[in-house]
């Protein structure tokens, strides 16, 4: 089970940090991504770290602004998100992947119910 928090309204430039907590399974056992889907889009990844947190990957879009890590010992995963725009306004979802750091939506297994991030101008 994966649950997130952390979401909520701030102003254009601001920032949050989004949790997602994962029980049931051996969380350092899986890469853990976060996907995104605005108002009228379709879903788009975010970020994905490794299972050890060592490797990251971003999407162009989040690059330089946001960070992904994860803490093993906790079974969490967070989202450092600086400088947001109101074009990062979106429901955002925590998933895990049992195979490699991908940002293909397809290979993640488990997916959170979402949380609310809304940047207004």
């Known amino acids: 089970q994966l649950v997130e928090s952390g979401g909520g309204l701030v102003q254009d430039g601001g920032s949050l940090r989004l949790s997602c907590a994962a029980s049931?399974?051996?969380?350092?056992?899986?890469?853990m991504g976060w996907f995104r889907q605005g108002p009228g889009k379709e879903r788009e990844f975010v970020a994905a770290?490794?299972?050890?947190?060592?490797?990251?990957h971003y999407s162009d879009s989040v690059e330089g602004r946001f960070t992904i890590s994860r803490d093993n010992t906790k079974n969490m995963v967070y989202l450092q998100m600086n400088s947001l725009k109101p074009e990062d306004t979106a429901v955002y979802y925590c998933?895990?992947?049992?195979?490699?750091?991908?940002?293909?939506?397809?290979?993640?297994?488990?997916w959170g119910q979402g949380t609310q991030v809304t940047v207004s101008s």
């Open positions: 049931g399974r051996t969380f350092s056992n899986y890469a």
């Open positions: 998933a895990a992947d049992p195979g490699q750091i991908t940002d293909y939506a397809e290979q993640y297994d488990y």
């Open positions: 770290i490794g299972r050890t947190g060592h490797r990251t």
